[in-house]
């Protein structure tokens, strides 16, 4: 199994970014939640957005500091998960990891409750 991020870069303040995480080895990504963290230098990994198992009840979280902001999106057919980042602050400026937890729900959405993490990709926004 394996989770590739991409879609980071530097981008000005009020920019917009889109992360994309291809997940390859799952016999069905429908199954799983996806969603991503990011971690900033000197900082704890932290919660960013989590999309549950795609269904018509999907559910979707988001960090208080993203909501409105962020938006998380899947592509089941693709196996690829998305987060389009818009009006970016320097506070976001952090590496993004996609990650699938242990618990296909997505349950327990947590840094401990991961059982794959995606390399990173590195988004930095500039004042």
């Known amino acids: 199994v394996q989770l590739q991020a991409s879609g980071g870069g530097l981008v000005q303040l009020g920019g917009s970014l889109r992360l994309s995480c291809v997940a390859s080895g799952f016999a069905s990504l429908d199954y799983n939640a996806i969603g991503w963290f990011r971690q900033a230098p000197g900082k704890d990994r932290e919660k960013v957005s989590c999309i549950s198992i795609s269904s018509s009840d999907a559910r979707i979280s988001y960090a208080d500091s993203v909501k409105g902001r962020f938006t998380i999106s899947r592509d089941d057919a693709r196996n690829t998960a998305y987060l389009q980042m818009n009006s970016l602050k320097p506070e976001d400026t952090a590496v993004y990891y996609c990650?699938?937890?242990?618990?296909?729900?997505?349950?327990?959405?947590?840094?401990?409750?991961?059982?794959?993490w995606g390399k990173g990709t590195l988004v930095t926004v500039s004042s």
């Open positions: 990650a699938v937890p242990a618990v296909p729900s997505g349950s327990t959405w947590s840094v401990s409750g991961i059982e794959y």
